[in-house]
């Protein structure tokens, strides 16, 4: 199961028990900000994508949408998001339960800039009702991210 792949990745900090299992499902941003009790702006969802023949994850703020011109400009392909069944075999977590943590090898992480304007995110944690509580800061220690990407549409 995805989200003992997550707390096993997570222990090796001392940080498992943050990994936290809902009664409820987060498989959605609207679940998850329900089952949380916050704004959904605040859930850290996690798109995934193939650049050529590289999986990578773009982890934006819940209320945004990607802009597909950013989005080439930065990758240099269209956007072209994993079926499930990708998702599963090339990042290794299910669609609802993809996260940036524990990922299989060779998954680039990216982090939008649209998470920037909180202290705190829920990203999943590799299930449909897991979810964690980290800071800006702990989501780029733990995600192993390779930049901070601008690829989203601007907020109306």
Request: contains cysteine.
């Amino acid at each position: 199961m995805s989200i003992e792949r997550v707390r096993a990745y997570f222990r090796q900090y001392g940080m498992e028990d943050r990994v936290l299992e809902l009664p409820e499902s987060s498989a959605t941003v609207e679940l998850a900000a329900q089952a949380l009790h916050c704004e959904p702006c605040r859930i850290a969802k996690t798109l995934s994508f193939r650049v050529n023949e590289t999986p990578i994850l773009v982890v934006t703020a819940g209320d945004q949408k990607v802009d597909n011109a950013k989005y080439r400009h930065r990758f240099g392909v269209k956007a072209k998001m994993l079926t499930p069944q990708e998702a599963s075999e090339l990042v290794g977590h299910a669609v609802g339960g993809v996260c940036p943590f524990a990922v299989n090898p060779g998954v680039q992480v990216y982090l939008d800039e649209s998470l920037r304007r909180f202290d705190t995110i829920f990203p999943a944690a590799g299930s449909s009702n897991g979810v964690m509580r980290l800071t800006i800061g702990e989501l780029e220690t733990y995600s192993g991210y390779s930049d901070w990407v601008d690829v989203c549409k601007p907020k109306q």
